[in-house]
C-alpha cells in the first residue's frame, strides 16, 4: 500500500508527479489555505504533511493525524508555522528548503531597496494619475547608493548573497550575526558590527534573520530611534521581526526615512493598514522566493523531504533544531 499524504496548495506538475509515483496523494487546490478545521480532517491516518508558511502546524494537527505521521515536509526555508518541539517529542521529522530560495530572495531585497532609495513606486503613481508636467531638479529626488552604508542583521545565507549583490552597488556593508567571525566578515568583505552600531550608522537597514523568541520585535520602538532620521527600513524575512506600530510612529513622525516591507505582521496586511497611507511606504504580498523556478526547486526539494519522511529514509533538508 502507497504511504498517504496531504498537500495544502497546488504545487509544481513535476513535484507533484514525484510524490504521486511513491504516494497517495490527497490535494488542496483552493486559493486560500485550508482552514485549520479542514487540515486537521484531511490529515487523519497520512503519512506525510506537505505544508506552506500559511499552514499553522501545531500539535492539535499532530493529534488529528495520529501516529502515522511521520513527517512535515514545509515549503520554505522559515518554519516558525511549525511547532518543532512537539513534532520531535513525537518522533516526527520537519523539513525544509533552505539554498534554492537564496538568491531569489536576495534579488528582490535589492529590489526593494533600489525602489525605496530611488522612489520608484511614487515615481509609478505619480505618471498613472497624470501628474507628469515637466522635468524639474527636484522631482521624486532619492537617494545615492554608492558610497551609502547597508546593515544586514542576521548574516545567513541570504544576508551574504545581499552583500554580494550589494557591493556591486558601492555600498559599504555592516553586518550582524551573533556567530559572525572576524574571518567571516573578511572573506565577504563585510565590516562586522553590532546591531546598536548598524541602526546609528547604516542608511539602509535590511533584516535577514529568522523569527524566533529572540528576534520578535527585534526592531522596536527603541531600535527605531536609534537609526538615522532618513534611513531606509528594508524587511524580507518575517513581519514579526518588527514592531509595526512602532514603525508607522517613527514613519510618521518622519524620525526615520522609509521602509520597504515584503513581509508584515499579520500577513496579508489588512487594507486599511495605515502603513498604506504613507508615500514612503512600499508593501509587497511576500513575494521574497516568488520566481517560477525558484517556487519549482522548493516544491522538488519538499517532495524529496516528503518522499523520504514516509518512506523511513533521513530527509535530505531536515529541521534540527
Ligand atoms: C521562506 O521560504 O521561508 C519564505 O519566506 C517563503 O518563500
Redesign the pocket.
Known sequence: MMPKVFITRAIAPSALSRIETVCEVDLWDGEMPPPYSILCDRVRGVDGLFSM?TDRIDAGVYEAAGASLKVVS??????NNIDVAAAQARGIAIG??PGV?TDA?ADLTLALLLAAARRIVEGVEYVRAGEWRTWHPNLLAGRDLNGATLGIVGFGRIGRAVAHRAQAFGLRILAYSPSLTDEEAARFSVTPASIETILSEADFVSLHCPLTPETRHLIDAQALTQMKDDAILIN???GPVVDQAALYAALKEGRIGGAALD?TDPEPMPDDDPLLLLPNVIVIP?L???TTQT?EK?ALMAADNLIAGVTGQPLPNAVTT
Open positions: 508558511i514545509n515549503m520554505a526555508v522559515g518554519y525544509n528548503t530560495l530572495t524580507t524575512s518575517r513581509v511576500h521574497g522566493s516568488a517556487r522548493m
